[in-house]
């Protein structure tokens, strides 16, 4: 189903809240991607930009309690969550000050204390971590929930079934939320799924099934606000599915041969941040204040960039540390 | 000093979740019918009655689905049991513990802990055919961030499954199905000795040769001891009991002192536990040894279901017996 929920709009500290949170994330990305343009970043990186309203309407609306699970694309969903940019951009940048010790890069960024469980390098998995996070708040009686984010192409993978079909027979407090971006690494929707939308095989698993607009950060906020209500209340779990666009590659330096020339100039006009600008005057918000907002997120990643790069490399007594919780192996 | 109990190795099993899940409310216990059911084995008869749906719970056939849930609830404040009925289906759970458990907590700065244990049944001698005798402890043990145990009798079992579930990391226990209806004498109920991880046993000392032995091959090396003991050799018999962390001490004591060294396992000798034995002792004894080491292994091949042929793969007394003459003769 698709959601249609009547759009009252939020007041207009959360409406900022939200700006915020996507105008963070795409500037987080444009740095990333610049950084890693100019080689200062090693490994591989996969970048959100076009999915800012998906990251920030999810983890907008989730409480501190709450948890996620993240995907390789996971950089938005760390910043939304609360993670920190500079710790994030070090670990990017394989500085000591990262979150995995600037051993681990972008695809393990996690901020256990903001509820961040992980960002994860295989595809599907933050499914099923993320039903037994669920599992351990189920079990300890706690009020809150968990969002799995994960993407189409995670769908068609065993665990997706295996943790969904757990899910809704243990009636855990989760949201599974799929970022439909249009491809899964470097090839379209159609070869991964099936049926127009991922969300339709909730009726399966016998949960709610909802379609959003990804583009609308308003529209994803107001979804998952309700599905982790529902869960926090006991009521079980819900798969919402954000129909959004990636801007870019599967990774920073993708020729991505498998999008047209007309998408590859154009695919940039699908933007949740343009998108919220040009309903300023609708939703009561003041272009000058939108504008304010931008400008201190973009400065705030600024500055976390350059204290990223301020900081040491790890030293090679880190190659064997946090392998076991005690001592290390003989 | 009263009396020690006598117990089946199964029933070990049984008191160590029992004891363990009574002295910590954050132990659960979840696999294919461990609840109501009370398991294939019997081995976790009573458990549901005494902890109730939370706490020991049914899953569907899912491993990779419900080994990931498990790592998810370890991340956040559980610390889960996990049974597989046959250690031949870890091949269906190997992201959750080969990329996940035993590596989330570098990947992610040392953030979280990984307190896991799974306990499977595994190995021959029950007629089980292909999928159901494997031995795979050598697959497990070369992952860094696992440990992994071979308890052989009733009081390693109780030992070190109770050692495994208050351990901070996740743990593989590989439990022979041949043993489980074997006897052994086990502390008393308010002992609460516990077995070490990372300990090998001398079974049986001696002074001719290092027979050292993994999992149910305890029994067979002992049996072998004892018929070449009528010929006057001392063989000491080791029983390895933790494949990882390894005991190279107690080893590499025992092989200064014999100069003879001969591994006895029921998996195949190429890359396994054996050749690791065999690799530490050569490269850290100082002295020549008395002969050349051995590996006492299956053939190269899938273990049959077939009676006499099971027979004649796994080593057996004789076929220990006459390596070892072999080794002394020369």
């Known amino acids: ?330 | 000093m009263r009396p020690m109990p006598s117990i089946k190795y199964y029933q070990a099993l049984t008191r160590a979740l029992k004891e363990e899940m009574t002295r910590d409310e954050s132990v659960m216990l979840l696999g294919e019918d461990v609840g109501p059911s009370g398991g294939i084995f019997a081995q976790t008869r009573g458990l549901h009655g005494a902890f109730g749906d939370l706490r020991v719970r049914d899953t569907p056939i899912a491993e990779n689905g419900f080994v990931s849930a498990a790592v998810g609830a370890a991340m956040t404040g559980l610390r889960p049991v996990v049974e597989i009925g046959f250690e031949d289906f870890l091949t269906c759970c190997m992201d959750p513990l080969v990329n996940q458990a035993a590596k989330l907590r570098y990947m992610l700065g040392g953030q979280v802990s990984v307190p896991l244990l799974l306990y499977t049944f595994g190995g021959g001698g029950v007629n089980a055919g292909p999928q159901h005798s494997q031995s795979l402890a050598a697959w497990f043990a070369h992952v860094p961030g696992l440990k992994v145990v071979m308890p052989a009798t009733p009081r390693d079992v109780l030992g070190l499954v109770k050692s495994s579930i208050r351990d901070d990391n996740p743990v593989l226990c590989l439990l022979s199905k041949k043993l489980i209806g074997t006897s052994g004498e086990v502390e008393g109920a308010d002992d609460e000795t516990l077995v070490p991880l990372g300990r090998a046993e001398i079974a049986r000392p001696g002074a001719d040769v290092s027979l050292v032995t993994i999992g149910q091959m305890r029994r067979a090396g002992l049996a072998a001891a004892e018929q070449l003991e009528a010929e006057g050799i001392e063989a000491e018999v080791i029983d390895l009991r933790s494949i990882s962390p390894l005991d190279t001490e107690t080893l590499l004591a025992s092989v200064e002192k014999t100069g003879r060294l001969a591994v006895v396992q029921e998996s195949h000798a190429p890359c396994s536990v054996a050749a690791e034995v065999l690799a530490v002792a050569a490269e850290r004894i100082e002295r020549p040894l008395r002969a050349r080491p051995r590996r006492i292994a299956p053939p190269f091949a899938p273990s049959p279901f077939t009676p006499a042929l099971e027979k004649a793969y796994i080593p057996d007394p004789p076929r220990i017996a006459e390596t070892i003459r072999r080794m002394v003769a020369t």
């Open chain 1, 1 to 330: 189903m698709v959601s249609s929920v009547p759009a009252s709009p939020p007041p207009q500290e959360e409406i900022l809240r939200l700006f915020r949170l996507m105008c963070e994330i795409r500037a987080f990305e444009l740095a990333v991607v610049a950084g890693y343009k100019e080689g200062e970043m090693p490994g591989f990186v996969h970048v959100s930009l076009g999915q800012e309203g998906a990251a920030a309407g999810a983890c907008g609306a989730l409480e501190p309690g709450d948890l996620i699970t993240s995907t390789h694309r996971g950089h938005g969903h760390c910043l939304a969550k609360g993670a920190d940019p500079g710790r994030m951009m070090a670990e990017l940048h394989a500085r000591v000050d990262g979150y995995g010790k600037g051993r681990s890069g972008s695809m393990h960024i996690a901020d256990v204390a903001a509820g961040v469980l992980g960002a994860n390098g295989i595809v599907g998995q933050s499914m099923g971590l993320g039903v037994g996070a669920a599992l351990s708040l189920q079990v300890n009686g706690r009020k809150s929930c968990v969002v799995a984010f994960f993407g189409e192409g995670a769908s068609g993978s065993g665990i997706a079934h295996e943790a969904m079909n757990m899910a809704a027979i243990w009636r855990l407090p989760i949201v599974f939320f799929c970022e439909s971006n249009r491809y899964a690494e470097l090839s379209p929707y159609e070869v991964h799924v099936s049926l127009a939308n991922v969300a339709d095989r909730a009726a399966a698993y016998g949960f709610p099934g909802i379609v959003v607009d990804g583009e609308d950060v308003l529209a994803v906020h107001r979804a998952v606000t309700e599905a982790a209500m529902r869960a926090r209340d006991g009521g079980g779990p819900t798969l919402i599915e954000a129909k959004t666009y990636r801007w870019h590659g599967h990774y920073e330096g993708d020729p991505q041969a498998y999008k047209t020339a007309e998408e590859r100039e154009n695919g940039h006009s699908l933007d949740p941040i343009a998108r919220l600008e040009e309903r300023a005057g609708e939703l009561g918000v003041a272009p000058a204040a939108l504008a304010k907002v931008r400008a201190e997120a973009e400065a705030r990643i600024t500055e976390a960039v350059a204290w990223a790069k301020e900081q040491q490399g790890p030293a090679l007594s880190l190659l064997d540390e946090d392998v076991y919780a005690d001592a290390p192996h003989a």
